[in-house]
């Protein structure tokens, strides 16, 4: 069955550069759930989109802006760099953003390095 | 501060043990609770969910979780745990009210000697 793809797996990037991470949801999916997880922690969500528009807001920095395309798949960019934004990121989607009950399924992560 | 807890950041099992992950959260309103599991190299994968109903719900590869609501709980077990059960557990709970993003525990990393 297909899953959610993220690109790129591996990004490294200089402090102050900026990153534009890709996800694709498994098809039919209309909601998508961008999460940090840090070195040791566990997953801290970001930002979600459903149908295209900002469904629920977390612990994203300013210096992070994300959205959904008419395809459904989202990026998140990310700009200014600090070392502290070193973390794999997880892509999750969902088939519906109004359920609760529905299942996020997760992508394998974008893991970034900032030098 | 609404939280989720795990008790337990590191459990080291002999194959055929049995296994209890504690997970504990804080949130006083209706909640969906969630078991997600991520095994070396891999993404989040999930092992169960509770929405409603039976308290005790199964999952795949024979772990199942009960919800004691009076003790706001949701403990992941396992009769016997394999070698290929060697991975990172990790509980998560949707507040109803606060929209349908996770918020997960710190993470339980077991590792099953064989």
């Known amino acids: 069955a297909a899953g959610v793809i993220q690109s790129p797996r591996h990004l490294i990037k200089e402090k102050r550069e900026t990153a534009t991470l890709k996800c694709y949801p498994i098809p039919r999916h209309d909601t998508v759930y961008w999460y940090q997880q840090g070195p040791g922690q566990d997953p801290q969500f970001l930002i979600s989109?459903?149908?295209?528009?900002?469904?629920d807001k977390g612990s994203i920095p300013d210096r992070f802006s994300a959205q959904q395309f008419s395809d459904y798949h989202s990026e998140l960019n990310m700009s200014s760099l600090e070392l502290g934004d070193s973390a794999l990121y997880f892509c999750?989607?969902?088939?519906?953003?109004?359920?609760?009950?529905?299942?996020?399924?997760f992508g394998p992560g974008t893991r970034l390095t900032v030098l | 501060a609404q939280s989720v807890s795990q008790h337990n950041h590191h459990v080291i099992l002999s194959e055929a043990a049995s296994l209890e992950l504690g997970c504990n959260y804080s949130?006083?309103?209706?909640?969906?609770l969630f078991w997600y599991v991520q095994y070396p190299g891999q993404h989040l994968q999930l092992l169960l969910k509770?929405?409603?109903?039976?308290?005790l719900v199964k999952g795949i590869k024979g772990f199942e979780a009960e919800f004691i609501k009076s003790k706001f709980s949701f403990n992941l077990r396992k009769p016997s745990v394999q070698w290929s059960d060697t991975a990172e557990y990790f509980c998560?709970?949707?507040?109803?009210?606060?929209?349908?993003?996770?918020?997960f525990g710190g993470g339980t990393r077991l590792m099953v000697k064989p």
């Open positions: 999750a989607s969902s088939l519906s953003g109004t359920r609760s009950t529905d299942t996020q399924y």
């Open positions: 949130y006083g309103g209706t909640v969906n």
């Open positions: 998560a709970v949707i507040l109803l009210e606060a929209g349908n993003m996770l918020t």
């Open positions: 989109f459903y149908e295209k528009m900002q469904s």
């Open positions: 509770y929405f409603s109903g039976d308290p």
